[in-house]
Nanobody, 120 residues
């Protein structure tokens, strides 16, 4: 079973930066897609960014130019570098993992969420 452990959330001032990290515990690391979602108070969960097994990265419009999934991730991890943070970025951020071949194909796994609060 795939388990995701997140870290890096906290309080940051507007305009500041924060990096989230997600460590994957599994017998074999074979995602076809992995990345981040977020959910603000009173809002639905929304995609932030993800990468595919082929290395393609996709970003939500609000994340483009500010958030990055770095190239140099450690094995079995995915990070999210957030810059130029705004109060509207305040949300719970969730790591996710979608299984690829040959095991857990298209099965989705979620982290517990980590709170990011941006003060003005």
């Amino acid at each position: 079973q795939v388990q995701l452990v997140e870290s890096g959330g906290g309080l940051v001032e507007a305009g500041g930066s924060l990096t989230l990290s997600c460590k994957v515990s599994t017998s074999i690391f074979r995602p076809d897609r992995m990345g981040w979602y977020r959910q603000a108070s009173g809002k639905q969960r929304e995609l932030v960014a993800y990468f595919t097994v082929g290395g393609t990265r996709t970003y939500a419009d609000f994340a483009k130019g500010r958030f990055t999934i770095p190239r140099d991730n450690a094995r079995n991890t995915v990070s999210l570098e957030m810059n130029g943070l705004k109060p509207e970025d305040t949300a719970i951020y969730y790591c996710y993992y979608r299984g690829g071949r040959p095991f857990d194909v298209l099965k989705e796994f979620w982290g517990q969420g980590t709170q990011v609060t941006v003060s003005s």
